[in-house]
């Protein structure tokens, strides 16, 4: 969707209030592709502040499914940020700024779908945890720890004497 700048910019108000709901179906980062488990919202006050210059201020919100960083179970996460960036009209006024928006805008339009993607990049979770306490897969068999308890830790910490416990438990079985 393509929002014209220079229309809001030129008109009286110079201000324009916007909302719209954006089907993005998945986003890539850092080679993974995550889907979005709704459409982006993005809501945005865009208005002039200066010669070629307008400012968008606004929130973008979503959730995403994210696999979770120990067990890699999808985990729905919320993802809300909110934004307030410059936007210059000519390229010329831009040049020197330091402003990662620039490639946003396609001539006197903004991308929305690009800017709603800006930001989820810059908000995306380092790692993301399906619970707090999750005790994730075992390195050894691989083996969920949070539904079942594998034998490898156990063996791990006495194999010699693994032996003699079988052999005690099954004479107290038989008192
Ligand atoms: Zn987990
Ligand atoms: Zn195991």
């Known amino acids: 969707m393509l929002i014209h700048l220079t229309e809001i910019f030129a008109s009286d108000t110079g201000k324009a209030h916007l909302k719209e709901k954006l089907d993005l179906g998945t986003v890539v980062v850092d080679g993974v592709t995550y889907p979005f488990l709704e459409p982006v919202e993005i809501e945005a006050v865009l208005k002039r502040v200066g010669p070629e210059k307008m400012l968008a201020e606004g929130k973008v919100r979503t959730s995403l499914e994210i696999p979770c960083g120990r ?26 700024v330091e402003d990662d928006y620039e490639e946003d805008i396609v ?12 930001e989820i990049f810059m908000n ?25 308890d594998c034998q490898c830790g156990q063996e791990a910490i006495d194999p010699r004497l693994s032996g003699l416990k079988d052999l005690l438990n099954s ?3 038989e008192v």
């Open 71 to 96: 067990c890699m179970k999808p985990v729905a996460y919320r993802l809300e940020s909110d934004f307030s960036k410059a936007l210059y009209l000519e390229e010329a006024s831009a040049e020197g």
């Open 171 to 173: 004479k107290f079985k």
């Open 107 to 118: 001539g006197h339009h903004l991308n929305l779908e690009n800017f709603a993607l800006h």
């Open 124 to 148: 995306f979770p380092m790692k993301v945890l399906c619970g707090e306490d999750c005790k994730g897969i075992c390195n050894h068999c691989g083996a969920d720890l949070n539904e079942t």
